[in-house]
């Protein structure tokens, strides 16, 4: 038999700090994977809700995945386009025709109304690298017209887009102009919601329908989806907000009450999944199998290296450090290290975190998968203290 590639030893150590967090209340609960060469450890720490209410964690649990989406709807869209049926660099005009003969701000925070035209149309690649030249606006909330333009109509990225049918989601968007042009800067957030549309209109397909054809049938993730049925609801975690002047946990969401409990009106492509450890170990054993899951091939190897390769230039990444950290950079959906500067930071780790409190990454290097779930909403694009212990001690425990 051969010997194991993780230490039981340090993956105890592991469990020990990770159930400091849930003692200390930073957060009720939390389900962890490290999977490599075969081996597939679990934790599950705490319990569905705070309180204890909910009964203890359990590795079944449904957590709200938040950004985690992204690389997984990123990775349905490459398998139109390796169908021919989208390509990278071809305008959206024709299927998006919301946002044809965009406008662009002289200044991100001058008035709408001064704008130049674009330079050239938006491209499905421009959605991917999240160079679209609308998104996340790096301000003081309210502080340039376009972000409160973004508020008013409902437009502002978040965790969830509002109840906004998709093809009126669009009208606003393509009422607005771009903060840059297309192609010129990273913006967060707001091309993996264009993508959704895109896919949909290219397919004529529902996105979850689309999704579940692609992705989710052939990689067995039966508990990912955009909203939770009534007969799994019992294992739908709660989930907080941490109050902004205390620090303790708010509920946010209540499994009872839920607003997953139904179908969205708008399924988010860039933050609206729930799935599971184990769904979510599926689909990064896919990853990490480049585009192979069992015998079936989800996707080619060229496919995966290209998404799984720094789209992002230099100067691109240095005006985002708070999201790369200098570290790191973009690649078609996925964060991808680019810099060894930490004890997990491998060059060509992928993957993403999520705002509701997930850490979902994949090192080809090491042949380790790494899962975090908890219920706790991160305050800032910055890992928060758990998600640094876990990924630290997920490294520590490699055992040759």
């Known amino acids: 038999m051969s010997a194991s590639s993780l230490s039981a030893v340090r993956l105890a150590r592991m469990r020990g700090v990770l159930t400091g967090h849930v003692a200390r209340d930073d957060l009720p609960g939390l389900v962890t994977l490290v999977a490599r060469r075969g081996e597939v450890h679990v934790?599950?720490?705490?319990?569905?809700?705070?309180?204890?209410?909910?009964g203890p964690m359990r590795r079944?649990?449904?957590?709200?995945i938040a950004s985690v989406t992204k690389q997984i709807t990123a990775a349905a869209a490459m398998t139109l386009v390796e169908e021919c049926r989208l390509r990278l660099d071809d305008p959206v005009d024709e299927l998006l025709p919301e946002l044809a003969d965009r406008r662009v701000l002289k200044r991100p925070d001058g008035p709408l109304d001064d704008t130049v035209p674009a330079h050239r149309p938006l491209t499905l690649?421009?959605?991917?690298?999240f160079r679209m030249g609308l998104g996340m606006v790096m301000a003081q909330p309210g502080e340039y017209p376009i972000q409160r333009a973004l508020d008013e109509a409902g437009l502002s990225p978040g965790l969830l887009v509002g109840p906004i049918e998709p093809d009126e989601w669009m009208k606003r968007l393509g009422d607005l102009p771009l903060v840059h042009q297309p192609g010129e800067k990273w913006m967060?957030?707001?091309g993996s919601d264009v993508l959704g549309v895109l896919m949909t209109r290219a397919t004529g397909r529902p996105l979850e329908e689309l999704l579940k054809e692609r992705l989710f049938e052939p990689l067995g993730m039966k508990d990912t989806g955009f909203h939770v049925p009534a007969d799994k609801l019992d294992r739908l975690t709660a989930s907080y907000r941490p109050d902004p002047g205390t620090g303790a946990l708010v509920l946010d969401d209540d499994p009872r009450q839920t607003r997953w409990g139904r179908p969205p009106i708008f399924p988010s492509a860039g933050g609206g999944l729930v799935s599971t450890a184990d769904d979510l170990l599926a689909f990064c054993t896919m990853m990490l199998n480049r585009g192979r899951y069992g015998g079936e091939r989800i996707l080619s190897r060229p496919s995966v290296e290209l998404m799984t390769t720094d789209q992002l230039t230099e100067e691109q990444k240095a005006e985002n450090t708070v999201f790369f950290g200098g570290g790191s950079g973009w690649g078609l959906g996925v964060n991808v290290i680019t810099r060894r500067n930490d004890l997990s930071a491998v060059p060509g780790r992928f993957g993403w975190n999520g705002g509701t409190g997930t850490s979902v990454y994949t090192d080809p290097a090491e042949e380790l998968i790494g899962i975090l779930l908890t219920q706790r909403y991160m305050t800032s694009p910055m890992p928060p203290a758990v998600f640094r212990d876990f990924w630290t001690c997920a490294y520590q425990a490699i055992d040759d």
Do not use: C, K, V
Not at 125 to 129: A, K, M, N, V
């Open 125 to 129: 690649r421009d959605l991917l690298t």
């Open 60 to 64: 079944d649990a449904i957590f709200r």
């Open 43 to 54: 934790e599950t720490i705490g319990s569905m809700e705070a309180g204890g209410d909910g």
């Open 188 to 190: 967060y957030h707001t």
